[in-house]
Every structure is written in C-alpha cells, then in structure tokens.
C-alpha cells in the first residue's frame, strides 16, 4: 500500500493532530494547567482553522487545491470541498470559544477535556463524509459523526433533561442508520458497486427496490439534517442538550450533511435518477419549511425555538440540492456560512442569558433592552439575519438559494420558490416575536444588568461582525463561486 | 501624499466625523464637536485641493496627453455587488475636469459654512447633531460627484437627499421645518423615481453603468437601443429624459421646484451649502456628466433648454415680489440654476465648439461662490435683527459694515457686473445661447435683467431705504469673526474668480479652449444689468410710495407672482383633490379590505393549522420512530405510484 496518499487528506491529518495534542494535554499536564484546557484547544483550532485558510495559498503558490484521490478512490479532496470544510472550521472555533464559559461551569469542569475530544471526533466524521465518494467511507464518517454527538447531548450528567435527549438522539440515530444501511444495500444489489460513479454509470431502470432504497438514502441524510419527517427527535434533543451542544447540532453538524447530501444525490444519484429523487425532496422540502415554521409560532423556550427554526432554515438550504447546478452548491455553501454566524450569534446571547440568569424563556426576554442593550442588539441582528431582512448577510444568503433554485426555469420550481418565499413571511412573525419581546414589551421582573464574560463576548463579536460584513461585502460569494466552480467538475 | 490615499481621505474623513460626532457627540461639548467638525472638513478641504491641483496642474501622462487633452481618470473602482458579468455594481473614484472641480466648490463652501456655524449656531440645542449631519452631507456629495457609475452615483445621490431632509428639519419641534423637511423628500424622491427609471431603461440596452463606457462611446449607446421607439421618441430620448427628471427635481426645475423655497425653514448656513452651492447643482452635474450621451438625442437637449429657460424667468419673476430675505434668494437660485442648465441644452459642439458646457460649469463654479456668500451674508444679518423679513430691516449698511460689503459683492457678481466672477461666466453662458437661437439669449438676457433688479431690490431694502425703529431697542451689531471670516473669503473669491482661464480646464470634450469676450453680448448685457439697477436704485434707495404705487397698478400681477403663480396651490388640489380623493382612498379601502384580509386569514389558517398539528410532537420516542418509518414508506409509494 502507498502510504503517501495519506497526504492527500491534509486537513483531516491536521484535525487529527489537533485532537491527539488535546488527549495528550488532558492526561499528562499538571492538575493545576488543566484549567487552561479551554483556551488552549481554542487557540489549537484556531491555529488550524488559519493554517488551513492559508495553506493553499503558500504552499501551492497559487490559491486553489487541485483535485486528488486517495484509497482508490474512496477519498477526494478538491478547491470546494477545502472551502466548506473551512466555513465549518470558522463555525466550530466560535462555538469552542462560546462554550469555554460553560465547560469551566462546576458540572462539566472534570471532563471538559472529554467535551473537546468527542467535538473533534466528530467533526472529523463529517470531513469524511464530505470527501467520501463510496458508500461505506461514507457510513463510516456519518457514524463517528453521529454516535459521540450522543455522549455530548449528555455531557450535563445532573440534568435530567439531557440524559432523556440523549436517549431519543441515540435511538432515533441507530434507527436512522439502519434505514440509510438497508438503502444502501438495496444500492448496492441493484448495481453491484458502492461507488458513486459507478452507481452513476449503471443507469438502472426506475423500479420499485430503486424508490425505496432512494427514500431510505434520504431518510438516512434527512434525519440529521432534521427534514420532515424525520424531525421529531430535533426539539427534544435540542431543548435538552447543553446549550453548546445544541448550536454545533444546529448548524455544524447540520452544514456538513446537506454538503454530504448534495454529494451523494449529484453524484451517485445525479444524471439517471434524478427524477425519482427530485420530486422526493420537492416534497420534503415544502413540508420542512412549513411546518417547521408552524411550529415555530408556538414556542416559548428559546431553544426549542431555535431548534423549529433550524428545521425550516434546513429546508432553505435544501433548495440548494434541488437545483442541482454549480450555482446551488454554492448558494448552499454561503447560505451555511451566514448561518452559521447568524445562529450562532443567537445561541451566544442565549447561553450569556443562560450561563448568567438561568433563564430560557421567551417571556424572561421581556424588556431585555432596558439592561442589556447590547446582548439585545446582537439578537436582533441574528433574527433580522435569519428572517432575511437586508442589508443583512441572511438576505442575500436567502436571495442566492432562491435564485440557483429558479434557475432551471421550470414552473414546478418557481411554485416551489413561490411557497418558501411565503413561508419567510411567516418565518419573519415568529423571528419579530423575540425582537419584540426585547424591545417593546413592558418589563415585569426583567433581567438584571450582567456582564458577560470575554469568551461570550468574543464568540457574539464574530457572529456580528459576520452578519454585517457578510450582508456588505460581495467578496466571499463570488470567491465560493469561484472555489465550486474549479472543483465542480471533479466532484461530479 | 498619495493620490490614492488621499482620495480615499476625501471619502473617509466626513464619514469618520459624522460618525463619530453622530455617535458620540452627546458626550462632547459643543465646542469640541464644532472644532472637530471643522478641523476634519479643513483636513478634507486641502486634501481636495492637493488632489485637483495634482489632477490639473501636475501633467501626469495619467491626467493629460500629449495633445493637451485632459483625460478621465479612476483612481479606484472597488466592486461591490456582482450579480451577473454585466449586472455589476461598483464603488470607486473618478477624476475628470468636473469632478476635481466639484471636488473645490464641495470642500470649500462646506469648510466656510462649518467655520460660519461655529459662530451662527452657537448655544442652538443638537450642535453636534448638526455638525454631524453636515459631515454626511458633504460625503454624500463628494461620493456623488466623484461616482465611476450611475448607480453609484444614484445611492448618493439619495444619501444626499436624506442629508438634505436631515438638515431641513434640523429645528424639528418647528412644524413648519417638518413639513418643509417632509416635502422636499418627497418631492425629490418622485422625482428620483423618474430618474431610476430612467437609469434602468439606459442600462438595460446598454449592458452597463459604467460613465466611462457610456460616455466614451455614445454612438454605440445610440445603437445599442437599436432603434427602439415608445411613443413617438426614441427610447434614449426617454432614458435621458427620465435621467434629466431626477436633475429637475433636485436642481428644483419648474414644476418640481416648490420644495427648494420651503427648504429655507432649515440653518442659514445649510441653506448656503446645500440649497444654494452644492446639492441643488447636482442635477447640472448630472447632465454634464452624462453630456455626450446627452448630445445623442437633440430631442432631451431641447427639453433641457425649455425647461431651463422657463424655469429662470419664472423663478426671477417671483423673486421680484418676496419678502422674506432667504425666499428672494431661494428663488433667484432656481433662477440662475435653470440658466446653467439652459446653456447646457443650448451646447451643441458644432456651435462655438460646445462652449455653453464650459460656461454652464464656469456659471456653476462662480454661483457656488457667491451665492453662499449671499446666504451666508443673509444669515448674519438674520442673526442680527431676527426676522427673515425685510420689512423689519433697512438702513443696516451702519451697523453691519463687513455684511454690508461683502453683501453688495454678491449683489454685483450675481448681477453680472465687471469686473466681478458673475460677469464672465454669465456672459460666456449668454454668448452661447445667442449662437444657438438668438431668442434663448434676449430671453435670458432679459431675465439677467431682472436678476439685476430683484437682487438691488433686496440689497436697498436690507441696506438703505429707512432705519427701522425697533434698531433703538434692539441695536443690530456686526456678526463675531468666525461669521465675517468666511463672508470675507467668499467675497474675495467672487471678485477674483471670472479671471481664471476655465476653459483651460473644463470644456465638454476636455480639450483646452481659449475664452474671450464677445463684446456685443457684453455691452448689451452690461447696459441690461446696469438699467436694472437703476431702476432698483430710484425705487428702493430712500423711502418712497413708487413702489407701492405700482404694486397697486399691477396688482393682479404682484398678487400672482407673490403667491408664486399658484404652484403650491396647483399641488395641493392636485394631491388632496384627485390623487388622496380619487385615487388613494380606493386603493386605501382594497389595501384594508382584500390586502388586510388576506392577510388576515393566512394568519388565522397559520394559527389553526399550527395548533392542529402539535399533536405529532408528542414527546414519545416510539412515536417519532414510527412518523419516521410512516412517512418514508409513504413517500416512496407516492412515488412508485406516480413513476411505474
């Protein structure tokens, strides 16, 4: 066996490392350094997270990957795939940093070398996921992706709330993966290889195993994008997890697999069967985006909020896939990174809220301007960005994804556009109750004045100063444009 | 210092100050923010004048070729928005003879006005709100005149806009300044409507915003529409005129000037900057930036011209019968805008090598000078006696003698007396309509006739006639040094300003051109101007009943100009009666009705189907295992059943 392929998977070397180094910190250092765990796996990522931004550009020369295969195949990494998981690095170093606050908290301070580790680990799993161009690099990454997710949606061991939503993540995941298993062996006897090109190449004819096995491929991916109706796990497990945990499932774990998705149904799925699945997911995404939002309307507990709005943002993001073209790639590669600063600068204000007052209601928002006004403004600016009210960075996410989706002209797809944009309205409702709540409403027992700490406040900077530049600066579409652009043909 | 980075100052200083005075100026003294503000605009003011002296004077091959053409220069042109290849939206910097040149008239007059308020405005209550808004005012016209494309230049153009409606209703408990403020916006922003459209008829044929694309080629602008017609006109003729409509309303061209007189209820010294030297010239601006484009369609150039020489007389006319000092002025601004925009219309290059456009800007560059000095001189004795009226003044030149002065100064210039700035460019502007039709030019020499009587009307009225005998109480005094500074400086710059060689720098094609004096225009406006004042000066130098006399001879005539010709009248039955009656209190009822109840009912079907289906949430892991396996299955039978 070669052994420098290896190279070829630089960036999953690199986490690998950043991971190993955290291990070795957590078993050998004094007692007394432990407490700089949190600091030190932040800078460690963050390290990683600008090797990674700037490696292309001193080692290569020029700025773009070339595309290359490892493993026969099994392993690819191109300009595209090197830019998503990039806008994911920047999105997990904003929550290690908004989380160092509550990992230092008196529950979680002996294991929160363990926190890290199983982060790591995971993220790794989704890299792998988004490279893979075979099925069973493919499972092997969504499971180490999903399973140590478990173990952190547990992470608070006093709470009981945690331990129930671990246990309904877990077996709704075992299920989920059993489902996509059994799709993808029913692939596989159809077309005797787990290769995306070759299932490409194999142009079946549509029967009903082929439907089937479709649906479960999709139900496996839908459950953890949290598509209806593979969605009744998200509320639970996210109102129950520590809050932490619940952001990176939201939006980390979230972008990687509609990356891995839209790999998986344009690759493997793309010319021949596109037709089966296309009217699949024109479905699903019309019944994620609805009735994530009606249920949206009805929450008081802020994360069981968020947690019904990331069911609908999932399915904006969804229409990327749809259309099936360079451009909805990239639509959906921004439309995640602007999620990822506008949802995670609403989970910062919440968990200061949280960490300071222990409060998670909507109606504790009551008057929140009065004594905090900058934890206010924040929030708004992440609603306004999630609702989509230019000049916001959300806007202009929400214009590409509509824009890439009506590209291919047809009717149906304009019905489809036609049906998300309404739901933004509705959506723009439930998003306005919070701002209104802060703002507007009169104050019975409001919150005292707190300041948050430095951590919380660097981790809300960043969302901020992402949702503002993001809506200002054209830059950082036309430069996803450009990296999908040179890795599209490798990847298809 | 570098040209890029001081043209990046030129943008960046005025937004830094009207941000930080904007931000935390509470926290400031007065005195503080008014220094701060003024410093900034003196940092911005000689980093203009290094750039525009770099621009005409250092002979870079950049600026200038061989041939002694001046050449159009982007020192910068950031993309901002990328939609498509040719949907692409720019932000950049762009040096050609007219933009240094604004670049001068900008910085100066705003300098002058931010010293002159250190003085006028002195103890008002939002200081430093004022000066802040000053510093977003004068970067909205620097990004306006410096703009590389027609988008560009339309954002700040609308900034400018809001700039304006900030500044109108600076005193905002005063109702009068609200709704002021209120209907300048609103005029404009109709009339801005015309001039998006316009802006999106031109760039869809032509596939760009760009001034230099469009400019350098206006043959293929012309093609480009293919020969595209609309009701009889071409659409270019319809683009352009669309375009021109934006001008008329910020430039305050009949019949979208009625807010410009109402804007007087803002600061006099904002009066001076924007509705006089600056703001209210960008629709000249506009069309000499857009002229070679322009000059593809005689029809838009005629519509120009009429509208311009309409405008004028009209404008100098009511100025004839006002009372309040700044309405007098304001009008005879409109006046003397409409007369650089006629001579735009009136510049064909084959008649005396297009030389109406050096004139117009010259006319421009001029007015800017003195007409802020007339303001500014307006304002001083304003703040002397406390009234806008000039039935309560009379007799000043005693107790103000540097007002006095300097006043009579821009009385002269404006009428167009040698050797003062106004004599040249408005005899150059005149020269040229003559050579066009000689209708345009004794039109307009006529009407710099009456500019001559309205103007030492007002001047004998403030000045001479009778003391006014409330001055026993209230003894008018000289105003402070901050105030007489600036009035001295502009003063000085009218005298001086007719002898540059303008030609030498801004002519339509850019090529240098000699100027000289057409002396028969000359005498004959000279003998006008100097009839005019006559005139004025045996009606209004002492007290006597001439006036009054023929005020009561004529007074259907007087009535009617003093009420302006009815045109806020006009508006009001035009608004009130058909449009609110007819047109809005319909689409009122639909919008309360339908809109609402639509609307209405998706909120109520959203509420109930919200609350139908909370039931799937049940909390049950089995549960959602099951809605899992249910709704799969379900899907793929949907879909067997459809496909096979």
């Known amino acids: 066996m070669d052994y420098s392929q290896f190279l070829v998977m630089s960036q999953e070397l690199g986490l690998i490392a950043v991971f190993l180094l955290v291990f070795l910190f957590d078993t050998f250092a004094p007692r007394k350094a432990l407490s700089a765990t949190a600091p030190v796996v932040c800078v460690l990522f963050a390290l990683f997270t600008v090797v990674n931004l700037l490696l292309p550009c001193c080692c290569c020369g020029s700025c773009t990957v070339e595309p290359q295969s490892a493993f026969g195949g099994m392993y690819v990494t191109n300009q595209a795939l090197f830019t998503i998981k990039n806008i994911l690095n920047v999105g997990v170093l904003v929550v290690l940093i908004q989380s160092i606050k509550w990992v230092n908290g008196p529950d979680q301070i002996m294991r929160r070398g363990e926190f890290y580790e199983l982060l790591l680990v995971t993220l790794f799993g989704m890299y792998l996921m988004m490279s893979s161009r075979h099925f069973l690099t493919f499972i092997i990454g969504l499971e180490s992706a999903s399973l140590p997710l478990a173990a952190m949606v547990a992470f608070e061991k006093k709470k009981y709330e945690s331990h129930e939503a671990a246990i309904k993540y877990l077996l709704t995941a075992l299920f989920s993966s059993a489902i996509l298993l059994m799709g993808v062996s029913f692939v596989y006897a159809l077309s005797g290889s787990l290769y995306f090109a070759d299932i490409a190449a194999s142009s079946l004819e549509t029967c009903p195993l082929l439907v089937v096995a479709l649906v479960f491929v999709l139900a496996g991916v839908g459950f953890k994008l949290s598509l209806v109706p593979f969605h009744l796990w998200t509320a639970d497990v996210y109102q129950g997890a520590p809050t932490s945990v619940t952001s990176y499932l939201s939006v980390i774990s979230k972008g990687a697999t509609a990356i891995a998705a839209f790999i998986i149904f344009a690759l493997a799925f793309g010319e021949f069967y596109s037709e089966v699945w296309h009217w699949m997911l024109y479905a699903i995404i019309i019944l994620t985006i609805t009735i994530g939002n009606l249920f949206a309307i009805r929450q008081k507990n802020m994360k069981r909020f968020l947690a019904f709005s990331s069911i609908s943002q999932a399915g904006y993001i969804m229409l990327g896939l749809i259309a099936c073209s360079p451009a909805g790639l990239t639509a959906m590669m921004y439309y995640i990174l602007v999620y990822i600063f506008s949802n995670l600068a609403a989970f910062g204000v919440i968990q200061a809220i949280e960490n300071n007052t222990g409060k998670l209601s909507m109606d504790d928002y009551n008057g929140l301007y009065k004594t905090n006004p900058m934890l206010s403004v924040t929030m708004m600016l992440a609603m306004f960005s999630l609702a989509g009210i230019p000049p916001f960075a959300g806007f202009f996410s929400k214009f590409f994804i509509f824009r890439a989706a009506v590209e291919p002209g047809t009717t149906a797809l304009y019905v489809l556009v036609l049906i998300a944009l309404i739901n933004t309205i509705v959506s723009l409702y439930y998003y306005l109750l919070v701002v209104k709540a802060m703002f507007i409403k009169p104050d019975e027992p409001v919150i005292a004045r707190f300041r948050s700490a430095l951590s919380e406040r660097i981790g809300m900077w960043i969302c901020v100063a992402g949702i503002v530049i993001l809506g200002l600066a054209s830059c950082f579409y036309s430069d996803i444009a450009a990296a999908v652009e040179s890795g599209f043909n490798s990847l298809l | ?644």
């Open chain 2, 1 to 644: 210092m570098d040209l890029s980075l001081s043209s990046h100052l030129i943008l960046l200083l005025p937004l830094a100050m009207f941000l930080i005075l904007g931000l935390t100026g509470m926290k400031m003294s007065h005195r503080l923010a008014g220094v701060l503000g003024t410093l900034g605009m003196g940092v911005t003011l000689l980093l203009a004048y290094a750039v525009a002296a770099t621009y005409f004077f250092s002979g870079s091959s950049d600026f200038v070729d061989a041939a002694g053409l001046r050449l159009q220069y982007s020192v910068f042109d950031y993309t901002w928005l990328e939609f498509t290849d040719s949907l692409v939206i720019k932000l950049g910097f762009f040096l050609d003879p007219i933009s240094a040149m604004m670049l001068v008239v900008i910085t100066t007059v705003s300098f002058m006005v931010h010293l002159y308020s250190l003085g006028y405005m002195k103890g008002e209550v939002g200081f430093q709100r004022y000066y802040a808004f000053l510093s977003l005012f004068t970067f909205s016209m620097l990004g306006l005149v410096v703009a590389t494309n027609i988008f560009q230049m339309y954002i700040f153009w609308e900034l400018v806009g809001v700039s304006s409606y900030l500044l109108i209703g600076f005193f905002y408990t005063k109702p009068s300044a609200v709704s002021a403020s209120k209907k300048a916006f609103i005029v404009t922003r109709f009339a801005d409507l015309g001039f998006l459209v316009g802006i999106l008829i031109l760039s869809f044929y032509t596939r760009t915003f760009d001034f230099l694309t469009l400019t350098n080629s206006p043959e293929a602008v012309m093609a480009s529409t293919g020969g595209a017609t609309f009701m009889g006109a071409s659409v270019l003729t319809w683009a352009l005129v669309l375009i021109f409509m934006g001008g008329m309303g910020k430039s305050a061209m009949m019949p979208l000037h009625i807010w410009l007189p109402d804007a007087m209820e803002g600061p006099t010294p904002v009066s001076a900057l924007i509705h006089a030297a600056t703001m209210v010239v960008a629709g000249v601006f506009l069309v000499a930036r857009m002229f070679p484009v322009y000059l593809q369609s005689s029809s838009a150039l005629m519509v120009i011209t009429v509208v311009g020489a309409a405008t004028a007389f009209y404008a100098a006319v009511v100025a004839c019968t006002q009372i309040d000092i700044k309405r007098v002025l304001a009008f005879s601004t409109i006046s003397q805008i409409a007369f650089m925009m006629t001579a735009l219309g009136v510049a064909l290059p084959t008649i005396h090598e297009g030389m109406g456009y050096m004139a117009s800007m010259f006319h421009l560059f001029t007015h800017a000078m003195f007409k802020a000095l007339l303001f500014l001189g307006a304002g001083a004795i304003i703040h002397a006696v406390h009234s806008n009226n000039y039935t309560e003044m009379g007799g000043l030149r005693k107790y103000m003698p540097i007002t006095h002065i300097t006043f009579l100064i821009g009385c002269l210039a404006i009428a167009g007396i040698p050797p003062f700035s106004g004599f040249f460019s408005k005899d150059e502007m005149l020269t040229a309509m003559m050579n066009n039709h000689p209708f345009w030019g004794y039109w307009m020499t006529m009407v710099a006739g009456l500019t001559a009587f309205y103007m030492f009307r007002l001047y004998y009225r403030i000045f001479w006639w009778e003391e006014n005998k409330h001055y026993a109480e209230h003894r008018p005094h000289e105003a402070p040094l901050t105030m007489t500074i600036p009035l001295i400086f502009l003063a000085l710059v009218s005298v001086v300003a007719g002898f540059i060689p303008f030609g030498e720098y801004v002519t339509w094609n850019r090529e240098p051109y000699e100027i000289h004096l057409d002396w028969s225009v000359a005498v004959t406006s000279i003998v006008t101007a100097v009839v005019a004042i006559t005139i004025a000066t045996a009606f209004y130098r002492k007290k006597n009943d001439l006036p009054d006399r023929l005020t009561r001879r004529f007074q259907w005539l007087w009535t009617a100009a003093n009420r302006r010709f009815y045109f806020d009248e006009l508006y009001m039955f035009i608004t009130h009666s058909i449009i609110f009656r007819r047109v809005c209190q319909p689409i009122a009822w639909f919008d309360r009705h339908i809109i609402d109840g639509t609307m209405n009912m998706f909120a109520s079907v959203t509420n109930r189907a919200s609350s139908a289906i909370k039931g799937l949430q049940s909390g049950s892991v089995q549960s959602y295992v099951v809605v899992y396996l249910l709704g799969s299955l379900a899907i793929a039978a949907v879909v067997c059943v459809c496909l096979i």
